[in-house]
């Protein structure tokens, strides 16, 4: 099965980014193809394609991933396009914290890969950059999303405290769904 591992925002927070989309940024129509709220987070750790027999370890190594990682507070804010505004194919939201809340996630996304690589998961290697996908662009050249990015700029959302972790299934047909598996509460 195809797994990742997220943070999901409250609705609160999915709420005010609704808005935001909705009345202050140009319309998300073709080539974009706007992710739907219900399938909004921020990826931890992307694992791909797990055998069922891992599934056990996987889960109890991520168990002590989150007991071990301390909750912390977190905006969405601003955003992007990767690889770049001018030729975007993956349209996000950015994050802003305190630096000891965004030092705190960047070890959580490290603990969750380090939890996945030792359960034997060959993940692919990225650097993690936390942001929350609006939107991708069916074009593999990818569009200008200079005013897509401008107009997220001055975005700031509520704040709001991250205390679990989702193990995540995504199926990719008909059409993508995301299923939660297990979540985790962070320790404290
Ligand atoms: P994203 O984080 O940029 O949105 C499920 O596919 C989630 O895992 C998505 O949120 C996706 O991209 C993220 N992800 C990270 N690396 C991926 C990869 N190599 N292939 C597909 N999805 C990946």
Redesign the pocket.
Same mark, same amino acid.
């Given at each position: 099965m195809?797994l &990742?591992v997220?943070v999901y925002p409250p609705p609160a927070a999915l709420d005010a980014l609704a808005r935001e989309v909705s009345d202050g940024l140009p319309p998300l129509v073709a080539p974009w193809r706007a @992710?739907p709220v219900s399938q909004w987070?921020l990826?931890l750790a &992307?694992l791909?394609e797990v055998a069922q027999d891992r599934l056990s370890e996987l889960c109890e190594r991520l168990s002590r991933a989150a007991g071990r990682s301390t909750p912390l507070t977190l905006a969405l804010s601003g955003g992007g396009a &990767?690889p770049a505004a001018r030729r975007g194919q @993956?349209l996000?939201v950015g994050v802003r914290g305190e630096r000891s809340a965004l030092d705190a996630l960047r070890r959580l996304a490290d603990r969750v890969g380090a939890a996945a690589r030792r359960t034997g998961i060959a993940m692919?290697a990225?650097a993690y950059r936390p942001?929350?996908?609006l939107a991708r662009c069916r074009d593999p050249q990818g569009v200008d999303a200079a005013s897509m990015v401008a107009a997220l700029s001055g975005y700031a959302g509520p704040v709001w405290p991250v205390t679990e972790i989702v193990l @995540?299934r995504?199926q990719l047909a008909p059409t993508t769904s995301?299923h939660p598996a297990a979540r985790w509460p962070l320790g404290g």
């Open positions: 195809r &990742f997220a @992710v987070h990826t &992307f791909g &990767f @993956v996000w692919p990225r942001h929350l996908t @995540v995504s995301h």
